[in-house]
């Protein structure tokens, strides 16, 4: 069967749906799993959730829909995709996936978390799910009527920072803007577990570390993006977003950079970071040049 013929089924597949799993969202967009998608991640076993909200082994790509409160703020037309972090082994849902979500829908933008698949050392999967997420939300493909939007951004915590950053420079389609909190960018130095699940730690070579580095990648057609990390972060050293900001403003991209004092790494929505109220604030601010 050819990539063409394989593309259009997976499209027949996507249903919209009320999840089983539930996160407060208004609909659920199967994407695909390891039968149907482009690339399979070579996981068999089943999902797991070793933690409350921490999804690991996920091997079937899903949508959940959050539509823009419009009652308050208005339709800004905005839509942003969300990566939650967990260094390509599992997916933080929560405090970077569906609070984040609920958080944007109240302020009339409309929010997409995305259930992407572990990579397993195979770097094509997460992205074709990244890719496919930014097109559902466009109404690009079908599977998400009533849901659309015609500007849509990407959001990625960690290494779901990542995986954003990594759709904004190598992706086949773009986000109109990225917003990064804490991402993991680079090899060197970088999140070394990040990088092993990504491309497989047996794989990693020089030339697949400089290619994965996404301050590399970056061109003329990368989106505009915000970044937003802390100083003190020891988990994602902070030249990571440094170098990504310095590699956008060399191509002439739009970019702004938040670097807090205290906070560490994956506060996310937490409530007890320190600099909350500052960063939502820089962050409705920044999307105003979006918004219709």
Known sequence: MNRTVLFILSFLLMTTTVSAQDYGQAATVRIW????????????TPEEEPEPYRLAKTSTAELY????????????????????????ARLAIDHEGFQ??????????????????????HPEVPLEDAEQALRLLRGDVPGAEGFTCPKVGIMGFSAGGHLAAYASTM???????????YP?????????GSFNNLIGQENRTEETDTRYSLE????????????????????????SSTRYYNALKEHG????????????????????????????????????????
């Open 253 to 292: 991209i739009k970019a702004s950079m938040h670097i807090y004092p205290t906070g560490g790494h994956g506060w996310g929505f937490h409530d007890d970071f320190r600099y909350k109220a500052d960063w939502q604030g820089a962050l409705l601010d920044w999307l105003k040049a979006f918004a219709e």
């Open 171 to 181: 992706g086949a389609v773009r986000p109109d803007f990225s917003i990064l909190f």
């Open 100 to 121: 984040m979500a609920q958080w944007l829908a109240e302020n009339g933008i409309t929010a997409a978390v995305l259930k992407y698949r572990m990579p397993n050392g």
């Open 216 to 239: 590399n990648r970056v061109t003329a057609q990368t989106p505009p993006a915000l970044l937003l990390l802390s100083d003190d972060d020891r988990t994602v050293p902070p030249v």
């Open 65 to 88: 829909l959050y539509p823009a409160d419009t009652s308050r703020t208005g339709n800004t037309g905005l839509g942003v995709v969300i990566c939650p972090g967990g260094g390509y």
């Open 184 to 192: 993991v960018i680079t090899a060197n130095p970088g999140h070394q």
């Open 33 to 44: 799993d390891n039968a149907s998608a482009p690339h399979s991640n070579g996981l068999t």
